[in-house]
T-cell receptor, first 115, second 112 residues
Framework: GAVVSQHPSRVICKSGTSVKIECRSLDFQATTMFWYRQFPKKSLMLMATSNEGSKATYEQGVEKDKFLINHASLTLSTLTVTSAHPEDSSFYIC???????????FGPGTRLLVL | GEDVEQSLFLSVREGDSSVINCTYTDSSSTYLYWYKQEPGAGLQLLTYIFSNMDMKQDQRLTVLLNKKDKHLSLRIADTQTGDSAIYFCAEGDGGATNKLIFGTGTLLAVQP
């Protein structure tokens, strides 16, 4: 089956620093990847849609300069949280579309804690 | 706007059937999905149904879709303790750039 990995699985950083999260499709090529944010005991909120070789499409209310997304290859998308603050602490999950299937496969998530 | 609602919590005994319900508002959705999330983990796709279907069965899982009422359910037969997790329904238009709108999630607790 389609496997999506994320790295790191958890990260703690100081306020004001930047953190990069990687999302990889391991056994398929993903032209489209998605980044979600999940607050404790809440549903997933779509942050942006990332297409290989082009700029990401951000959802309303998501700051593109704050959450930088790069989809440089068909198997890798990165999310960089710039100048992180405690309110950015959350669980970030990526997913990738399988071209032949009508669904998305999700990574295991990255827990970010900003002190 | 788009809204997908689920009840927050369901508790069942091991061996019983579980039924998790979901209501959605976007009648143009092509696919409806059920995902499972275990603590601290990502989402695992359980099953999905095309909007022109009424029912889909996959081993212990049965999905029922009432398109008229915009109601989706997931029945888990012979529920096991390993089924304890949060279950999310989601709706989408299909295709590689298909955006998913997730429900609020139902926490299923299976008592031994």
């Amino acid at each position: 089956g389609a496997v999506v990995s994320q790295h790191p699985s958890r990260v703690i950083c100081k306020s004001g620093t930047s953190v990069k999260i990687e999302c990889r499709s391991l056994d398929f090529q993903a032209t489209t990847m998605f980044w979600y944010r999940q607050f404790p005991k809440k549903s997933l909120m779509l942050m942006a849609t990332s297409n290989e070789g082009s700029k990401a499409t951000y959802e309303q209310g998501v700051e593109k300069d704050k959450f930088l997304i790069n989809h440089a290859s068909l198997t890798l998308s990165t999310l960089t949280v710039t100048s992180a603050h405690p309110e950015d602490s959350s669980f970030y999950i990526c997913s990738a579309s399988v071209p032949s299937e009508e669904t998305q496969y999700f990574g295991p998530g990255t827990r970010l804690l900003v002190l | 706007g788009e809204d997908v609602e689920q009840s927050l919590f369901l508790s069942v005994r091991e061996g019983d059937s579980s039924v998790i319900n979901c209501t959605y508002t976007d009648s143009s959705s092509t696919y409806l999905y059920w995902y499972k999330q275990e603590p601290g983990a990502g989402l695992q796709l359980l099953t999905y149904i095309f909007s022109n279907m009424d029912m889909k069965q996959d081993q212990r899982l049965t999905v029922l879709l009432n398109k008229k009422d915009k109601h989706l359910s997931l029945r888990i037969a012979d529920t096991q303790t390993g089924d304890s997790a949060i279950y999310f329904c989601a709706e989408g238009d299909g295709g590689a750039t298909n955006k998913l709108i997730f429900g609020t999630g139902t926490l299923l607790a299976v008592q031994p």
